[in-house]
């Protein structure tokens, strides 16, 4: 079980003095970015059923204390800058996440070849959330299972074993929360 409190802690340092990398094209985190507050118990249970799913067990936890972030992230393509919310903040983001939820479904059978190398892809899958752009939390039966995929179209990789791993992941640091 992870302390929710300490990976914001973490993350907002990293993101307090961060600089935007010039030059360089992707998306990149604001200076100053922070996480929304998280939800009650009753707004969870209102977005499982908007989701038509019981989240995961870590994935309620973790709403409890942060929620998508407070700013958009930048897109840097060239000269140009495009600013986007990257990271999803529920149920705000409903709208925008159910296309690509729909894509999901439509590429079923390669997320299952990519659930097959961590022996999941047997495994009663139930839905998916998505939490960062095109990297979406795999919801199954089991809501100890906790496995994040990265989709775009049939390109999908595991891009974490499990929630935890993901955000160290996506964020690059290595400390335990």
Known sequence: ???????????????????????????????????NSGLSIE???????????????????????????????????EEEKHYFRSCYKYPDDWEVVKTFIAELYDNLKFIKIALKELGLAEKEL??????????????FEDLELTPVISAVGDDVIIYGHSLI??????????EDF
Not at 1 to 11: G, L, P, R, S
Not at 22 to 29: D, W
Not at 50 to 76: A, H
């Open 1 to 35: 079980m992870a302390n929710w409190n300490q990976f914001k802690k973490i993350t907002e340092a990293l993101w307090e003095n961060c600089s935007l990398c010039e030059g360089v094209s992707g998306f990149q985190t604001q200076t100053g970015t922070k996480w």
């Open 126 to 139: 139930k839905g998916f959330i998505p939490l960062y752009s095109h990297r979406a939390l795999v919801v």
């Open 43 to 77: 707004e969870i249970k209102n977005l499982q059923v908007l989701f038509g799913i019981v989240l995961p067990f870590e994935y309620q936890r973790m709403l409890r204390v942060v929620n998508g972030f407070d700013r958009e992230e930048i897109d840097i393509y």
């Open 165 to 174: 791993e993901y955000w160290k992941h996506e964020f690059q640091f290595e």
